[in-house]
């Protein structure tokens, strides 16, 4: 019964990233049309968005969070 309801919750946790990883595209998009960043820095956030939403069709949510966040935290959101 234990491991099932530890099993339970690691599923709702991935799901919950399933369910956001759009939710952080959707902001990084938004955000980088009024984005003032060097050439550098824009093609680096483009990269980890691209790199954040193949993450997410492929189910990797866990890792598609963390390339997002990665762009975020340049954008400055």
């Known amino acids: 019964m234990k491991k099932l309801l530890i099993t339970a919750v690691a599923l709702s946790a991935n799901l919950a990233f399933a369910h956001n990883c ?3 595209i959707k902001a990084i998009d938004a955000k980088m049309t009024s984005a003032k960043l060097s ?3 824009m093609a680096k956030v483009k990269s980890l968005r691209e790199e954040g939403e193949k993450f997410h069709k492929a189910g990797k949510h866990e890792e598609s969070m963390k390339a997002l966040g990665e762009a975020k935290k340049i954008l400055g959101i």
């Open 39 to 41: 050439d550098a820095d």
């Open 22 to 24: 759009p939710n952080e």
